[in-house]
Every structure is written in structure tokens, then in C-alpha cells.
T-cell receptor, first 115, second 115 residues
Framework: DQQVKQNSPSLSVQEGRISILNCDYTNSMFDYFLWYKKYPAEGPTFLISISSIKDKNEDGRFTVFLNKSAKHLSLHIVPSQPGDSAVYFCAAAGGSNFGNEKLTFGTGTRLTIIP | NAGVMQNPRHLVRRRGQEARLRCSPMKGHSHVYWYRQLPEEGLKFMVYLQKENIIDESGMPKERFSAEFPKEGPSILRIQQVVRGDSAAYFC?????????????FGSGTQLSVL
């Protein structure tokens, strides 16, 4: 039962353009969402998060949008840079997760920025 | 300030052997989490520990798997009588307080290969 879904396994974007990564969830009790970035042979690193009381959070080139009614969130990266090439994981917390500490991850989207 | 340290980076075991994975959290962090990533899948929560206590082990298989985080020393994830299906990347993460409002810091993982 995949509660967090990233339906695009891969995405290629031209350098300088906008990258949009999507994530859908099924558990309406999730109330906190995070994006992690992962390079090969490294652990995931935290990128940006959003609470369910917001619909947008921005940090430099990265913006996360949350649409609670559609149970959908997206990560926008603009402008995209070659160093952004990595696997991006969407994660959610809340609901039945004990104490809000347990994250449920999506399967990831591999982003490739084309110079 | 050293990050989360996991060792070994790669571990090869034959079926039936034991695997011991170690994780030293970031300095000052007393919350440790173990996640497993099977090929082509997202990270799946296994267990959440604080010093000397298992807080949530709902993601841990009931048999052969155990975890500890002693007062002194690293956290250990132990897999007895390994099988081929245990082959995966095992990631440890730590936080100062409970996640996710305190972001998790991940180690680089241990890649377990069972022959």
C-alpha cells in the first residue's frame, strides 16, 4: 500500500528552466511533508518542508506547493542547475505514524539537468 | 562537526550468516532511526530508538531483525540468518529532537548484499 506516490521515475530538464516534481498521497491524516535530495552513494539530505496549514513554502530556488484537497504536492526548482541532478524523494508524516516521527517516503524521481 | 556515520559502507554475507550494521549519530543527537531501501523503492521506516529505548519498531520484521542504541556506543541493527531478500541499502538517521519538525540527518548507508 503505497501511501506516498511519485509517478514519474525520471525527469529531464534544460539548465536554467523550471523543474517540477510531483507527489501524491492517499492518507488524509498526513500533516507534514518534506522533500529530500539524494546523490548516488550518499544518504538523503533535507531540502524543504511544508506544514498542512500552509499551501506554499519557498527557500531560495526551491518552492513547495501543497494542494490538500487534491492530496498533491509539488517541488519547483527555478532556475535548474546541473548540481540539482539527483534523486528527489517526497516524504510525509502524521496520521497513524507514532508521534509524528515516522516518515513515509515515495519511490523517488531521478532529475537530470541537461547543460 | 561530523555527520551521521555508518559502517561498513558495504557488507557481503552468505545466506544464514549474521549482519551487524553500525550507526553513530551526529554529536548531541539522541534520536536514531533506521530505514531500508530495496531496489527501485523508496525508503521504508524500520525502527526509532532513543538512548537505551526502542520507541517504535513497527517497521521491523518480527523475526531475525533487532536494533539497539546503548547508553555508550553506536546504534546497531542486527540481522540474523540473512536471506537474499535482505539485500538492500540500510540508512540510519539521527535528530536532536523527534522528527520531522527537527529534520533528519541521514548517514551514507550500508549496502548489504546477501549471496
Amino acid at each position: 500500500d503505497q501511501q506516498v506516490k511519485q509517478n514519474s521515475p525520471s525527469l529531464s530538464v534544460q539548465e536554467g528552466r523550471i523543474s517540477i516534481l510531483n507527489c501524491d498521497y492517499t492518507n488524509s491524516m498526513f500533516d507534514y511533508f518534506l522533500w529530500y535530495k539524494k546523490y548516488p552513494a550518499e544518504g538523503p539530505t533535507f531540502l524543504i518542508s511544508i506544514s498542512s496549514i500552509k499551501d506554499k513554502n519557498e527557500d531560495g530556488r526551491f518552492t513547495v506547493f501543497l494542494n490538500k484537497s487534491a492530496k498533491h504536492l509539488s517541488l519547483h526548482i527555478v532556475p535548474s542547475q546541473p548540481g540539482d541532478s539527483a534523486v528527489y524523494f517526497c516524504a510525509a508524516a502524521g496520521g497513524s505514524n507514532f508521534g509524528n516521527e515516522k516518515l513515509t517516503f515515495g519511490t523517488g524521481t531521478r532529475l537530470t539537468i541537461i547543460p | 562537526n561530523a555527520g551521521v556515520m555508518q559502517n561498513p559502507r558495504h557488507l557481503v554475507r552468505r545466506r544464514g550468516q549474521e549482519a551487524r550494521l553500525r550507526c553513530s549519530p551526529m554529536k548531541g543527537h539522541s534520536h536514531v532511526y533506521w530505514y531500508r531501501q530495496l531496489p527501485e523503492e523508496g525508503l521504508k521506516f524500520m525502527v526509532y530508538l532513543q538512548k537505551e529505548n526502542i520507541i517504535d519498531e513497527s517497521g521491523m520484521p518480527k523475526e531475525r531483525f533487532s536494533a539497539e542504541f546503548p547508553k555508550e556506543g553506536p546504534s546497531i541493527l542486527r540481522i540474523q540468518q540473512v536471506v537474499r531478500g535482505d539485500s538492500a541499502a540500510y540508512f540510519c538517521a539521527s535528530s536532536l529532537q523527534g522528527a520531522p519538525t527537527e529534520k533528519l540527518f541521514f548517514g551514507s548507508g550500508t549496502q548489504l548484499s546477501v549471496l
